[in-house]
């Protein structure tokens, strides 16, 4: 089995996860002080987000070097001992790269957007026509009116598929596409273990079309995958793609092309399924995911650096989620939700370890996100998606131990409300408690990996079961698991007249016979 099949992913905001250096700014150095407690927690592979230079307009998703770090996260040697410390306690790391397109304050912009015949113009998408491309959708509906910006420099417009500050690269010149392979050999010279690729659905036009997963898009991810194949083997491409099952199919090849993309369309419906206490979402969207080649792996989430995305349901389900997870309107951003995991299950305990439950024995690779695992809030007063991407919190100390700085210079405020505050809310309070959420999440971790055949084993229904039961068995000639959950405020019994005994995998004293209850919002893994 590849690494990746099985690994455990931690996604990580740089800036916000530990100030080595008391600017108030989170950095390699401060991550290096906490890689013991992400080794202890069960992690496989840290994914950054993006750590190039950047005006961070996007939080990084603009990049301005794409060999440069942003000054406050540290020099590349700070980078590259990171790393070595991270290969050291046998884990991986993997950062975000961002292809689709470059910051404006990229040199190649500046000088492309100089004049019409400026011998980089061909690095991004120019126009005098803005109905051109008329059948792409805007992404980021909140801000932006239109994927055209107007540059006055020349009269002319450049086509953006996020924010106006974010001119998507031209990959029909093939410079550019010799440029992105250099950056992509660059890091993995330096030895990182692999990429996020991000938004990689956008990266060529063609008229008459929603410009989203072009042929021409794949042909260039199968070179990248061949580089990749050819001269770094053991290295993993994960796209982000927010796509259907059946577009996403594309992206894994027949095993030539990416090596992992995002179940994005099983997200929501985990949470609808839970809203409305019947599985019927979750079933339906599996039924619909088809089979991946055997070296390629989904990965799954319940959260991340985003908002909760709802491109991919329906209107009526959107607005479903809308009005019963943001009824709060601040809560709401562009097609989705910006809140964290917690502040979504209304803090009940409960109802955060079902959705990790389903998260460790469906298929895929788990991808967490920072602070999850503690079950921290998020500030809705922030902008944007800077709500979900506040300091992380490790102690009752000031900042939140996240940064000894002397002046209140944090990037972000740390969370203080009564609930979800630092105060209590904390890395060393859940650690000194073994009954607590953290050390729950990581005996979820370390259970699921020593069934590694839940990462790719069969998931067969428990049928005859009522709706408010999300019940399969995860099936492989290694091992076999029964897991069950409730989706409901209400006890459950669920019959099993197929197997004899059945022994909880958390609590071995436990026992049943044929029958298994299930207090409201339960879940059992069972041995049988
Ligand atoms: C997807 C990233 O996850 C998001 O944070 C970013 O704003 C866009 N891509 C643009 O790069």
Redesign the pocket.
């Known amino acids: 089995m590849d690494w990746h099949t099985n690994a455990i992913f931690y996604e990580l905001y740089l800036r916000a996860f530990n100030d080595g250096n008391g600017d108030g700014h989170g950095d390699f150095t401060g991550l290096r002080q906490r890689l013991d407690y992400l080794q202890w927690l069960g992690v496989d592979c840290i994914w950054l987000l993006p750590i190039n230079q950047s005006p961070l307009k ?2 990084g ?2 990049v301005s070097s794409y060999y440069g770090i942003h000054p406050t996260y540290g020099q590349l040697e700070d980078f590259m001992m990171t790393l070595d410390e991270v290969h050291r306690r046998g884990m991986k790391l993997i950062v975000d790269i ?1 292809m ?2 470059t910051s404006d304050q990229h040199p190649w912009f500046q000088e492309s957007r100089r004049a019409k015949d400026s011998p980089l113009r061909d690095f991004y998408v120019w126009t005098d026509d803005t109905d051109k491309y008329k059948e792409a959708r805007i992404i980021f509906l909140d801000t932006e009116r239109s994927n055209w910006a107007y540059s006055a420099s020349t009269g002319q417009y450049y086509w953006h598929r ?1 924010y106006s500050s ?1 001119p998507d690269l031209n990959y029909d010149n093939p410079k550019v596409q010799e440029e992105m392979i250099r950056a992509v050999r660059f890091w993995l010279d330096l030895g990182v273990d692999g990429f996020r690729l ?2 990689v659905p956008y990266l060529f036009e063609r008229e008459g079309t929603n410009n989203e997963n072009l042929p021409e898009t794949h042909e260039f991810l199968k070179k990248v995958r061949k580089l990749v194949d050819d001269e770094y083997p053991g290295r993993m491409l994960l796209a ?1 793609a927010n796509q259907w099952p059946q577009d996403l199919m594309p992206y894994f090849g027949a095993g030539d092309e990416l090596h992992m993309c995002f179940h994005f369309p099983i997200m929501p419906r985990l949470y609808m399924a839970l809203a409305k206490g019947d599985r019927t979402p979750v079933r339906g969207i599996w039924a619909n995911t088809p089979e991946i080649p055997e070296n390629c792996q989904w990965a799954t989430f319940l959260r ?3 908002e909760l995305t709802l491109e991919m349901v329906t209107e009526e389900d959107r607005q479903f989620m809308w009005e019963y997870y943001a009824p709060d309107h601040r809560a709401r951003l562009n097609l989705g939700i910006r809140r964290r995991l917690a502040p979504l299950m209304g803090n009940d305990r409960r109802k955060i370890e079902l959705m990790h439950s389903l998260l460790f024995t469906m298929p895929g690779a788990p991808v967490l996100y920072y602070g999850d695992e503690i079950g921290m809030g998020d500030d809705l007063n922030l902008p944007d ?1 800077n709500g979900v991407r506040t300091p992380m919190q490790w102690a009752d100390e000031p900042h939140a131990g996240f940064s000894n700085t002397q002046s209140d210079a944090l990037y972000a405020p740390v969370i203080r409300d009564p609930i979800y505050g630092f105060q209590n809310l904390n890395v060393a309070n859940q650690q000194a408690d073994s009954g607590s959420l953290l050390h729950r999440i990581r005996e979820m971790i370390h259970l699921r990996k020593e069934m590694s055949f839940l990462a790719q084993g069969r998931l067969t229904w428990l049928e005859d079961t009522p709706l408010s039961s999300l019940s399969y068995w995860r099936n492989s000639p290694e091992g076999r698991l029964l897991c069950l959950h409730n989706l409901a405020d209400e006890p459950l019994t669920i019959s099993v007249p197929e197997c004899e005994l059945l022994t909880d995998v958390f609590a071995p004293d436990e026992k049943f016979v044929a029958e298994v209850s299930l207090p409201p919002y339960g879940y059992r893994w069972l041995r049988y």
């Open positions: 996007d939080d998703y603009d961002v689709n397109h996020f974010q991000d938004a982000e991340n650096h985003d998606r």
